[in-house]
């Protein structure tokens, strides 16, 4: 894979999630939070997001439509 395209396709899926504002590549809020947190930090909120999405499953509210990856 080329270096742009591979440019293109991280600054997308940064767009996607919010952390960089939709068609620049300046920060949101939550990019500038993320920013600053150490790959441990952003690995444990990652978890912790996951552990919330399984007891919902868990207490009958159904799966959030947006995840796919099939981690529930």
């Given amino acids: 894979m080329k270096k742009g395209a591979a440019y293109a396709i991280a600054t997308k899926s940064l ?3 919010g ?3 939709d068609g620049t590549v300046e920060a949101t809020e939550k990019g500038k939070r993320r920013g600053e947190m150490s790959k441990a930090t952003r690995a444990k909120t990652r978890s912790k997001k996951y552990k919330i999405e399984r007891e919902k499953e868990k207490k009958g509210e159904g799966k959030d439509k ?3 990856s099939g981690r529930l």
């Fill in 66 to 68: 947006r995840s796919t």
């Fill in 19 to 21: 952390d960089l504002k």
């Fill in 15 to 17: 767009q996607k999630s």
